[in-house]
């Protein structure tokens, strides 16, 4: 005796997805299920093409996090021509990823999760946007949009364009940086680094408000993956993965990306066209992690420039082992753009960047490749194989928002059980469903990618099929 | 007076073209000031509202659920925006057309197809058997092609469409730049 609850779609995240939940006959949720609704196929178009188009089509998968799908799919075919990457055209490549993080995770920020934040989640829906925020809180936005741009802009003036550049190519990049556009570059960054410290000094402040919900999204034992370096520093463009658990302790180190297949596996359910990736000597589910800049800074032991540790040490004292709650995506979203930053700017600041040397030539050498990058939203990866010719016969890529999944449908249930009970519902219940899945912040077009919207009507069905209680909004 | 309603779509793209218009920065602000942004997915509005002055369309048409959003959505708009290559073409998406559905499926779930093929329509929507542009589905008043088009084009087709003018695009845009 059970009653079914449907939220549809869910909004203010990137790409289509719905939620069904499953009451008992005292209405407390026993199920709860993340429809992802659409599927691209990239996999299969790209048999035939020659590897040297896969970055920029592979790019096309996202245009939120498209550098990763470039930089993951530049050094997959990388490591079909065996070549080494100039160090200049590798820092290169860095900048970009970095400013990706911070343009990226400005969106999830500011646009997508503030209004939340800064206008309550029970706040009337029409004014909970971005322009709501810009209402009430307009310094607030105004700095958000800004820093957006600030990445935006870096990977402008780096690629020439800033959604799909065509400028990481296999073998390096096609273009070294010239000295002006280093200047216009290290002229943006005080700001940017005052807007992200500000903002982390607001966020902290308001953390006591939200201990309801940092108590129930999606907060439960998992382990983490992500890339470290050797000495086990947070890595966004190469290093080894790492999986540590609950306590914060080590499961597997220094685990080579190419060789992912021995222990990651994926599982499907019938109710989404998402996958379900999982650690593979814990079996299904019970190898549920999370990525993303949660993992990333539960897995790291040190951020590496200055501003950045500093609130990093401060982070990990939340908990005595990893960092728990999915509430904290966000606080660590706003480290990382932070470190994100620092990094682009010790970077700029070695004179070696503007060296002309900055793509190797190769032919091809390899019949198969893996290349990977940590992308905003975790680790990416891009595997191919090619004939003779050098065209693609079979690629897979693992998505970082499919890392996720499991976790992503645990969340959801341990929020729906906290706030939806009984015969009558409230947006604001169904907000903080939608709301734990913005602490992820999956990136559907990158798994698969769907339409907008349709409208959210969400209904309560007796076991009789009788409907008790039906709320729509518009 | 007035203020003219907005709203914007997405189907079946990557979301580069709507990226493109967030690209328009503090500009946007300046936008939101002169019209209403009714439906969009930065906003927690779930119906299509009636009576939209204009709407922005990324991405083509690729399954059921699209085909019956698009209509919905022409019904109820005055103009018709499609914003970008994959609204404009097909693009990206419609690179399967000649793989077909269930080759899709299949290369991407294996064995489970099959059972993810009899619950399509219940957890998922259908995937049409070839993905379209939009204007081979509804009738499209302006055409703003580009992979994304930039931010700099979408302003000034916006400024034009809310000026209560035709945009001339051809100088500003090309396909797949
Ligand atoms: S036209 Fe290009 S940027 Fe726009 S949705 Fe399609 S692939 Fe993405």
């Known amino acids: ?474 | 007076m007035n203020r003219k309603k907005l709203a914007t779509v997405w189907l079946d793209g990557c979301s580069g073209c709507h990226m493109s218009i967030l690209d328009m920065d503090e500009r946007l602000l300046e936008i939101a000031g002169q019209c209403e942004l009714v439906y969009s997915p930065l906003v927690d509005q779930k119906t299509f509202p009636a009576d939209v002055d204009i709407t922005l369309v990324e991405g083509a048409v690729s399954s059921d659920a699209d085909a019956e959003k698009i209509r919905r959505i022409r019904a109820r708009t005055r103009m018709l925006v499609s914003l970008g290559d994959c609204a404009v073409t097909g693009n990206v998406p419609a690179m399967r057309n000649s793989f077909g559905t269930e080759k899709v499926l299949r290369r991407a779930y294996g064995d489970a197809a099959g059972a993810l093929l009899q619950v399509l329509g219940q957890g998922v929507p259908q995937l049409l058997p070839q993905v379209r542009p939009v204007h081979e589905v509804v009738f499209v008043d302006v055409h703003v092609p580009g992979c994304p088009p930039s931010a700099e084009t979408i302003y000034s087709v916006l400024r034009e469409l809310l000026a209560g003018r035709k945009p001339d695009v051809t100088s500003g845009t090309r396909f797949g730049a």
């Open chain 1, 1 to 474: 005796m059970g009653k079914k609850i449907v939220i549809d779609p869910v909004t203010r995240i990137e790409g289509h997805a719905r939620i069904t939940l499953q009451t008992d006959d005292q209405g407390v949720v026993q199920q709860a299920y993340f429809h992802v609704t659409q599927l691209r196929g990239f996999e299969t178009f790209c048999a035939g093409r020659p590897f040297y188009e896969m970055p920029n089509l592979m790019a096309r998968i996202c245009g939120i996090c498209p550098v990763s799908h470039l930089l993951a799919s530049a050094k997959a075919c990388d490591a079909l021509l065996a070549i080494r990457v100039p160090p200049v055209a590798v820092q290169l490549r860095r900048i970009l990823n970095l400013a990706q993080v911070v343009q990226s995770h400005a969106l999830s920020f500011f646009y997508l999760a503030s209004p939340d934040l800064l206008l309550g989640m029970d706040a009337d829906p029409a004014e909970r946007n971005i322009l709501g925020v810009a209402g009430a809180h307009p310094e607030l936005a105004r700095s958000g949009i800004r820093l957006r741009q600030f990445g935006q802009q870096i990977i402008e003036l780096l690629g020439g364009k800033r959604i799909h550049p065509g400028w990481v190519v296999p073998g390096g990049v096609s273009e070294p940086l010239s000295g002006e556009k280093r200047e216009r570059m290290l002229a943006m960054i005080p700001e940017a680094l005052g807007t992200a410290q500000s903002t982390l000094v607001w966020f902290k402040q308001n953390l006591e408000k939200y201990r309801e919900e940092i108590r129930t999204f999606a907060n439960f034992p998992s382990l983490f993956l992500g890339l470290v370096t050797a000495e086990g520093q947070a890595e966004y463009y190469d290093g080894q993965l790492r999986i540590t658990d609950a306590q914060g302790a080590i499961v597997a180190d220094q685990l080579d990306p190419a060789r992912y297949a021995e222990f990651i596996e994926e599982a499907v359910e019938p109710f989404t066209f998402l996958k379900f990736p999982y650690y593979k000597p814990l079996g299904y589910p019970g190898g549920m992690y999370r990525v993303g800049p949660l993992a990333r800074l539960n897995i790291a032991e040190r951020c590496g420039t200055p501003l950045a540790e500093q609130e990093w040490v401060e982070f990990r004292e939340i908990e005595r082992g990893a960092v728990l709650s999915s509430f904290h995506y966000h606080y660590a979203r706003l480290i990382e753009i932070l470190h994100a930053i620092e990094s682009i700017l010790r970077i700029l600041e070695d004179p070696e960047i503007l060296s002309p040397h900055v793509r190797a030539n190769a032919a091809l050498n390899n019949a198969e490749g893996v290349g990977v990058a940590e992308a905003p939203r975790g680790t990416l990866l891009h595997h191919y194989k090619v004939n003779e010719q050098g065209l693609i016969t079979w690629a897979n890529l693992v998505i970082a928002t499919g890392h996720n999944n499991l976790a992503m449908n645990r969340g959801i249930l341990q929020v729906a059980r906290q706030y939806v009970r009984g015969e009558k519902l409230t947006e604001g219940m169904l907000n903080r469903v939608e709301a734990v899945i913005r602490t992820f912040d999956p990136c559907l077009s990158c798994s698969t990618h769907a339409a907008g919207a349709m409208p959210l009507v969400v209904r309560l069905v007796g076991p009789d099929g009788a409907l008790r209680d039906e709320v729509r909004r518009d």
